[in-house]
């Protein structure tokens, strides 16, 4: 009997150690620790908004959610140019030859983007619409339409274009926008 009343004072002497006097509800009695008992209490009040009802069930995403839509997928008859993507970053001697600044020669190290379009025909820049958004180039002449998704997000308020009379050449370069730069 002895060793009973040994055990059971060190365990309450224990207990009230572990759960201050004004929570302990009986001094015998000690509660199972649950999920809810664990962490901070506050985190209990936190409260999820509905999800938005959509309009058809099966939809995956609403028109609004989609950003930068090329509305022009339209085929009217107009030719489609040649075009290519190019790119450019600002190298020093030391990256080209010590590799300190650790950029390599991918597109991932380039801070901007040219797209040249090849447009024989054409005889002034004043003959083409250029549109030019964050994710695609959007350009349009009486005989050329061109509406490309671009590779990479770009800047385009910073763009520039250049037209080459001779070689009948738009030229636009773009600032990359990089997602570690936010």
């Not at 572990?18 to 999920?35: F, H, I």
């Not at 009802?53 to 040649?82: F, H, L, N, T, Y």
């Not at 991918?106 to 964050?134: A, F, H, N, Y």
Request: proline share 6%; with cysteine.
């Amino acid at each position: 009997m002895a060793d009973t009343y040994d055990f059971n004072s060190e365990f309450n002497a224990l207990s009230k150690l572990l759960v201050p006097e004004e929570e302990a509800v009986d001094a015998g009695a000690v509660s199972k620790p649950t999920p809810a008992s664990i962490g901070p209490k506050d985190l209990l009040n936190v409260k999820v908004p509905a999800p938005r009802a959509r309009k058809d069930p099966k939809e995956i995403w609403d028109e609004s959610e989609i950003q930068d839509v090329v509305e022009d997928d339209i085929d009217d008859g107009r030719e489609v140019p040649e075009y290519e993507f190019m790119y450019k970053q600002a190298v020093e001697s030391t990256d080209v030859f010590l590799g300190m600044s650790g950029k390599d020669e991918s597109s991932t190290s380039c801070e901007q983007m040219v797209v040249k379009v090849q447009l024989p025909g054409v005889e002034s820049i004043s003959e083409l619409d250029l549109d030019v958004k964050r994710t695609y180039l959007k350009l349009n002449s009486t005989q050329y339409k061109l509406s490309i998704y671009l590779p990479h997000k770009v800047d385009e308020d910073k763009g520039k274009a250049k037209w080459d009379k001779d070689k009948r050449v738009l030229s636009v370069t773009l600032p990359i926008i990089r997602e570690d730069e936010f």
